[in-house]
């Protein structure tokens, strides 16, 4: 039948019950931005979560959880794009709010525009950016992650903000470190 070590996978240790609930929500932030829908983020994540799982032994002796998590879950994105040459966009425009009270609309402006040029983004630029500005990883942290050079995070993330600027001039001067939460 099965093995003691195949059975022990669908045991849930206490601390890596701990762990996904401390990282779920920071994991979900970062898989919503490289893939612009919450499903499919959520998918991402779980999918990351469960090839972390199967490495628990390993990664939690060592401390590197959160790290061997994130890097399954870019590697799993960028497989996806390569598989799947679906061109999304959106079907209009942000709605002009001028004359509604600006209690959370601002913020809420600035989500979908940051959203709308994220998502016309290349999947390579994209990722560098959710890294380099949401995650704040270094140009090498990142070039680790998804398995580049340096000098094609310095590159890809050069193109990615031009395009921004484009894209989405309002988000210029925007503090973008941790500003999707």
């Given at each position: 039948?099965?093995?003691?070590?195949?059975?022990?996978?669908?045991?849930p240790a206490p601390d890596f019950?701990?762990?996904?609930?401390?990282?779920?929500?920071?994991?979900?932030?970062?898989?919503?931005?490289?893939?612009?829908?919450?499903?499919?983020?959520?998918?991402?994540?779980?999918?990351?979560?469960?090839?972390?799982?199967?490495?628990?032994?390993?990664?939690?002796?060592?401390?590197?959880?959160?790290?061997?998590?994130?890097?399954?879950?870019?590697?799993?994105?960028?497989?996806?794009?390569?598989?799947?040459?679906?061109?999304?966009?959106?079907?209009?425009?942000?709605?002009?709010?001028?004359?509604?009270?600006?209690?959370h609309a601002e913020q809420t402006?600035?989500?979908?525009?940051?959203?709308?040029?994220?998502?016309?983004?290349?999947?390579?630029?994209?990722?560098?950016?959710?890294?380099?500005?949401?995650?704040?990883?270094?140009?090498?942290?990142?070039?680790?992650?998804?398995?580049?050079?340096?000098?094609?995070?310095?590159?890809?993330?050069?193109?990615?903000l031009e395009r921004l600027r484009?894209?989405?001039?309002?988000?210029?001067?925007?503090?973008?470190?941790?500003?999707?939460?």
């Amino acid at each position: 039948m099965f093995g003691r070590e195949e059975a022990d996978v669908d045991v849930p240790a206490p601390d890596f019950d701990a762990f996904v609930r401390a990282r779920t929500p920071a994991l979900l932030r970062s898989a919503y931005l490289l893939t612009g829908d919450q499903h499919l983020a959520e998918d991402l994540v779980q999918s990351a979560l469960g090839l972390t799982h199967r490495a628990w032994k390993n990664l939690h002796a060592t401390g590197n959880a959160e790290a061997y998590t994130r890097k399954t879950m870019y590697h799993l994105q960028v497989s996806r794009w390569r598989r799947r040459r679906v061109v999304e966009a959106f079907a209009g425009d942000v709605p002009d709010w001028s004359g509604v009270e600006a209690d959370h609309a601002e913020q809420t402006v600035l989500r979908l525009s940051l959203r709308s040029a994220l998502s016309r983004l290349t999947p390579k630029q994209r990722a560098v950016v959710v890294l380099r500005f949401f995650d704040d990883l270094t140009e090498v942290q990142a070039a680790e992650t998804l398995g580049v050079s340096v000098g094609t995070i310095k590159s890809q993330t050069a193109k990615a903000l031009e395009r921004l600027r484009v894209l989405a001039p309002e988000l210029d001067g925007l503090n973008m470190t941790g500003g999707a939460r």
